[in-house]
């Protein structure tokens, strides 16, 4: 194609459809992780409510291989510290879910005062 020629209107129907899908993959995936944890979230003690900012489902595992039951590891900053005047803390919970017995948080560790490396780190979305 000579430059500046117009592109075949199936060829840019192409870039647009996977320029979309691209989009969308990476958007979904972050969906995906806020809308599961705002699921478990909402079965954490109030005492754990600031811990809103970069929630991230960091690893699932299947109990035994069953789709239907999982291990999952799960973690967020606290927003009371977006304005920078005290370090970040970083909540970790684990909890099982499955049909039988729903969600049951099995831990919850608080971790004091995270590097900015750390916080980077949780913050990133990933595909």
Known sequence: MKQGAACEP???LFFIKLYRQVSCNIECQMDKHI????????????TYSDFIM????DKIERE????????VHASALNYGSHHGEVPYDRIHITLTDTPENGVKINKVIIQKGI???EISAQCRREN
């Open 10 to 12: 199936a060829v840019a």
């Open 35 to 46: 809308n599961l944890f705002t699921r478990y979230f909402s079965f954490l003690d109030k």
């Open 54 to 57: 970069c929630p991230k489902i």
């Open 64 to 71: 035994n291989g069953d789709t239907r039951r999982h291990v």
């Open 115 to 117: 590097s900015g490396k």
